[in-house]
């Protein structure tokens, strides 16, 4: 069992160190489920730990001999709720470890090194490829991920491609008759990065007129900072999601306005990066 109470008084350099390391981890963690946006999974994490923490010391106060059956109830089940964790989260853990492994992964694709002509040119096929496919009603659901937040997990469910976007090849991905068209498109940059991959639904109440594609693309969005484009099988109408939130009815200009913000080409992104480099300038000087 922990000892805080020692701890405390026999602060020393190694004591320090270890305070530390748990700091360290302790940060991990709260990036982690951050970045994930489980914000409520983390409050309980805390909520257990530090009940643990103040179990254990008000026992030490006691001399160990109060809340016994509290302290060895607390202490495995902090373990068997980090052991819970581990598993529920190990597709994750799995894909950071295969990046530290392997630090390129896939950006072998070019995941978002393509210049703003280049992302510009990719805007134009997404929209005339998105137009084609409204008109033909043919389902469609386009992924733009910028900043390779999708796991590794989901691109490895669909077939990797590398390939240079244009709206022939989207349009023939989601042929009806093309082995892939029941599959998410993955785009980072100016390159298809993979097809056919499978999404996480959303487990949200959505409205009766939406199907697979749009749980899937909003699914996907409550967990990663992408933006999803639905092209409707049923009735071609073109919605794009960002943060789980959903705009129907997308005109040309407002989808093109949508996927340059998500390009960071549009006009208010880029004031935004030259802010932000004027800001680093200033800085260095």
Known sequence: MYNFIDWIKNIDLYAI???VIFATIAILFIIFFAYKRHMRVLVLLLSVFLLDVLVQVLAQLHQGEALTVARYVMHYFTLFVL????????NDFKSIFQKVGNPKGLSIFGDSMSSDDELREATTEILSA????????????????MNGDIQDTIIDSGTQLGAVLTAPLLESIF????PLHDGAVIVRG????????FLPLTQRNVNKEMGTRHRAAIGITEETDVLSIVVSEETGIISVVKHGEIKRYMTMDKLKDEIEDAYGISMAAIARREAKEEKKHHGRL
């Open 130 to 145: 998105c137009q084609d496919m409204a008109k033909q009603d043919v389902g469609a659901i386009i992924i733009i991920d």
């Open 175 to 178: 042929n009806t008759k093309a």
């Open 190 to 197: 100016n390159k298809i990065v993979a097809a056919g991959c």
């Open 17 to 19: 160190v270890d305070g």
């Open 83 to 90: 052991i819970v964790t581990a598993v529920v989260y190990q």
